[in-house]
């Protein structure tokens, strides 16, 4: 199998044009190619397929196998992919995903792209669609006791759930106890990503994440949006400019734009190395 690693900020996956190859086991190839010691090494892997809908289609599975509905790291990934390699040859593009159909702009420089701007779509606020379980249609602020200790979060779907707790110090953050915790509470019952939040000032925030199925990552694109849109129904940002959040592997330019209920992403996206594996020992 041809393949090619790439990063969105740190956010690596493994990432398979399925214009030319064919993946019969995407979940058993997810498993065995992320792994860091045996396999190649990533968050994950992504198939790019081709779409009726739109210029291409995102599949992507966690390195636990699960598949996922949506990156933004992963997609701005994509995007770079299907122009580098010459899938298509404009820089407005469409690509279908299991969250929907997102629009995104490309910034070209050389004749590659260097940066990409998603439309992410709609932030979904309700608790039964994120899904949360909860007494009241939104979870803003609302307590939660993990492990012996309360917490509050906020609960923020952008095609995959999130919980927002805001924190004084992320730097020392048991993250490895504290996020299986909440990746696995009742409160969420298809597990749930997990943001932990330092806000720096009205249009900075620290972050740090928790992703179902594939534990703590560099950097999460739609972690990202929902923390901005929970930090704007908290009133803690600026709601009127985009905000920087500062992840492990870099920063991302967020803008939650209020009048369209629409969530723009700007970030880089970066190509490591292309490759080929054997993958005749798997079971397809």
Request: aromatic fraction near 8%; proline fraction near 4%; charge should be negative.
């Amino acid at each position: 199998m041809k393949f090619t690693k790439m990063h969105g900020i740190g956010n690596d996956y493994v990432y398979v044009n399925c214009f030319e190859e064919t993946v019969c086991n995407p979940s058993a190839v997810a498993r065995f190619v992320s792994d860091r010691h045996f396999g190649i090494g990533g968050d994950g892997l992504i198939l790019i397929r081709p779409s009726d809908i739109a210029d291409c289609e995102m599949d992507m599975y966690n390195l636990d196998g699960s598949q996922g509905a949506m990156c933004g790291n992963g997609i701005r990934c994509v995007a770079k992919y299907v122009y580098d390699y010459g899938i298509v040859n404009k820089t407005d593009i469409s690509i279908a995903t299991k969250s929907g159909v997102k629009h995104l702009k490309l910034t070209v420089e050389n004749g590659k792209v260097s940066t990409v701007r998603v439309n992410m779509g709609s932030p979904i606020l309700t608790a039964t669609q994120i899904p949360v379980v909860a007494t009241t249609e939104e979870v803003i602020n609302a307590p939660i006791r993990i492990e012996g200790n309360e917490y509050r979060f906020t609960a923020v779907s952008m095609g995959n759930p999130h919980a927002i707790v805001y924190m004084d110090d992320v730097d020392h953050l048991d993250i490895e106890k504290i996020g299986p915790a909440f990746e696995n509470h009742i409160t969420f019952p298809d597990r749930v990503n997990t943001e932990f939040v330092k806000v720096l000032d009205e249009h900075t925030l620290q972050m740090r994440v928790w992703e179902r199925g594939s534990g703590e990552t560099l950097a999460c694109g739609t972690g990202a949006c929902a923390v901005t849109v929970a930090s704007v129904l908290n009133g803690l940002v600026d709601e009127t400019q985009p905000v920087t959040v500062k992840l492990l592997g870099g920063d991302l330019e967020i803008f939650w734009d209020r009048s369209e209920n629409l969530v723009y992403m700007t970030g880089p996206a970066t190509t490591v190395f292309d490759g080929e594996i054997d993958l005749s020992h798997l079971d397809c």
